[in-house]
C-alpha cells in the first residue's frame, strides 16, 4: 500500500522545471538530446492532497562535461525533479533537483559514483512546506478593514480583497479593473495606480503569480502595490497596472492540493499522441502559462505533451488567463513591462527564442544593470542580468518575447525573484517584504528610464 502510493505520488510529480542547456562553450548538440528527453516529464493529476514528505532537494554542482551529462540524465527519471539547471554568475552549472523519498539512495549513489559534488539543502520539503506561513481566512477580516500584511503568503481571495481595499481607499489613484476569467472562472483582476489626469499618461505593466508555486511572486506585486500607492508624485507621471496572480487557479491549487503545481489548470488532450502520451491514455491538466503566448509560440524547447510541466498548449492563447492579459496590454500598450517569477535571482532581457540581441539591446542593457544596481544597494543581493536565452535556455512562447515583439514594449524585462536556492519554491514568508523592497527600487528605475523615453517621443 505504501509502495504503490508512494510510486503514484512519484508519477505525479515528475516534471523538469527547466530545460537543460548548455549556455556556452562545447557540447550543445549533446546537450540538445537531452533536452528532448526532458520534455517529456509528466505532471499528472491528483484527486487527493499531494504530500511531500521525505522529499529532498539537492544541490548539484557538476564539473566536467561527463558529470554535467549525468545530472542532465536524472532528468525525467522517476522521482526526480529539476527545480533548477544553469549557470551560474561565475559560469559553473549548477543544478537543483527534488529528489523522492524512493529515488534518494539512487540518485546519491549516481552522483557519488560520477564524483559529483552535490548537498542536500532541504532534509524534508513537507516540514519546509509546513514551515510557510499561509494565512488561510482572513479575507474576512481584511474585508471588514483589517489591514493586510507581508509576513504571511495569502490565499486568492485576500489578495483580491487587498486590492479592493486599497481601491476604495484611495479612490483618486487606484482602481480595480476585472479583465476576464480564469479556466475555472474566477476573475482576472488587475489594480491601477496612478492618479487620474486629463493627459494620457505612459503606462507600466507588472504581473505575477504566472507559474502557479512561485509563491514570492505575488507577495511582491502586494508589496510593490503597497509603496507605489503613497509616491504621488510617480504617480502623476505613470500609470502603473498590477496583475499579482495571473493564472488564479493554479495559485488556489498550489494551496489546497499540490505546492508545487505551476500550469493553469484547463484540461487537454495529446492532439498528435507521442509515444509517452499514448501509453497514458487520460488528459492532463494545465499549460505552462509562459510557452503559451504568441511569438514563437511551438518553436524552441516547450512541449507538446499536455502532461508536461512545460506544456506550451494546443495554440497560441489557448489560454483565458495568457488570452486576456495579451488583450489588455495591446489595448493598453504600455512603456515597460515586468514578469515576476521565481527563483535565482535574475534580472532578464529578450529574447527567450533566439540568441539574436534584441535591437533595443544596448537600452536593455543600460536599464538592466541600473535595475539591478538599485537592487545591489537595497539588499546587498547581486542579480545576473542578460537574455533569457543565454543566461538560462532558450524557451519559446514566453510572455517577455511577446511583450517586446509583438506588443512593442521595449522596456520589457523578466526577473526571477530569490532566493538562490536555500528554500527555492518554498521560501519562508520573513522574505516577503526584503524581495518587495529590492524589487520596488528595480521598478523604479525601470519608470524612470521608460517616462524619459516617452518624454523625448
Ligand atoms: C558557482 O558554482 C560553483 C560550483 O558550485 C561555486 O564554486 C561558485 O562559488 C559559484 N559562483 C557563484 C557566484 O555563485
Ligand atoms: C499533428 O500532426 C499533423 C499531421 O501530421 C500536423 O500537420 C500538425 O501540425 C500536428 N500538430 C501538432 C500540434 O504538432
Redesign the pocket.
Known amino acids: 500500500m505504501a509502495f504503490s502510493r508512494a510510486t503514484f505520488l512519484l508519477a505525479a510529480l515528475l516534471a523538469a522545471l527547466l530545460v537543460v542547456t548548455s549556455v556556452q562553450g562545447s557540447g550543445q548538440d549533446e546537450d540538445a538530446l537531452d533536452r528532448e528527453s526532458l520534455q517529456e516529464d509528466v505532471s499528472l493529476d491528483n484527486d487527493h492532497a499531494v504530500s511531500y514528505k521525505g522529499y529532498k532537494l539537492l544541490s548539484v ?1 557538476p564539473v566536467t562535461k561527463r558529470q554535467r551529462k549525468s545530472v542532465i540524465r536524472l532528468a525525467g527519471k522517476q522521482g526526480v525533479q529539476f527545480w533548477l539547471a544553469q549557470r ?3 559560469g ?1 552549472f ?1 543544478a537543483q533537483i527534488l529528489v523522492a523519498p524512493g529515488a534518494v539512495a539512487r540518485v546519491t549513489r549516481r552522483l557519488k559514483d560520477k564524483g559529483v ?1 552535490f548537498k542536500i539543502v532541504i532534509q524534508d520539503l513537507q516540514n519546509a512546506i509546513n514551515n510557510e506561513v499561509t494565512s488561510l481566512r482572513d479575507t474576512d477580516a481584511i474585508e471588514s478593514g483589517r489591514p493586510f500584511v507581508w509576513d504571511k503568503f495569502h490565499r486568492l481571495s485576500a489578495i483580491y480583497a487587498y486590492m479592493h481595499q486599497v481601491a476604495r481607499q484611495h479612490p483618486e489613484l487606484a482602481e480595480v479593473k476585472t479583465i476576464g476569467k480564469s479556466t475555472e472562472g474566477r476573475d482576472l483582476l488587475v489594480l491601477k495606480l496612478g492618479r487620474k489626469s486629463q493627459s494620457v499618461k505612459p503606462a507600466m505593466w507588472i504581473d505575477g503569480g504566472v507559474h502557479a508555486r512561485e509563491w514570492i511572486s505575488p507577495a511582491a506585486v502586494t508589496y510593490i502595490i503597497r509603496e507605489l500607492q503613497k509616491d504621488t508624485g510617480l504617480l502623476n507621471k505613470m500609470d502603473f497596472y498590477l496583475m499579482p496572480v495571473a493564472n488564479p487557479d493554479g495559485y488556489e491549487y498550489s494551496h489546497t492540493k499540490d505546492r508545487l503545481w505551476r500550469k493553469t489548470r484547463s484540461m487537454h488532450r495529446a492532439a498528435n499522441a507521442t509515444k509517452t502520451a499514448l501509453k497514458r491514455s487520460r488528459p492532463c491538466y494545465g499549460v505552462d502559462a509562459n510557452r503559451n503566448w504568441d511569438s514563437h509560440w511551438g518553436q524552441r524547447a516547450a512541449s507538446m505533451d499536455p502532461c508536461s510541466n512545460n506544456y506550451q498548449g494546443p495554440h497560441p492563447f489557448s489560454e483565458p488567463e495568457t488570452k486576456a492579459a495579451s488583450e489588455f496590454i495591446l489595448r493598453l500598450a504600455p512603456v515597460a513591462y515586468l514578469s515576476l517569477h521565481s527563483y535565482s535571482q535574475l534580472w532578464l532581457m529578450p529574447w527567450g527564442h533566439s540568441d539574436e540581441p534584441s535591437r533595443h539591446d544596448l537600452q536593455l542593457r543600460k536599464v538592466s544593470l541600473k535595475a539591478v544596481e538599485a537592487i545591489q544597494d537595497v539588499s546587498g543581493h547581486t542579480y545576473q542580468t542578460g537574455s533569457i536565452n543565454t543566461v538560462l535556455y532558450p524557451i519559446s512562447g514566453s510572455s517577455l518575447d511577446w511583450a517586446h515583439e509583438k506588443a512593442g514594449i521595449r522596456y520589457a524585462f523578466l526577473v526571477e525573484l530569490g532566493d ?1 536556492g536555500d528554500y527555492g519554491f518554498v521560501l519562508p514568508a520573513s522574505e516577503i517584504e526584503p524581495t518587495g523592497k529590492e524589487m520596488l527600487a528595480a521598478v523604479r528605475e525601470v519608470a524612470k528610464a521608460a517616462i524619459e523615453d516617452a518624454k523625448s517621443k
Open positions: 554542482a551560474n554568475a561565475t559553473s549548477v559534488n538562490t
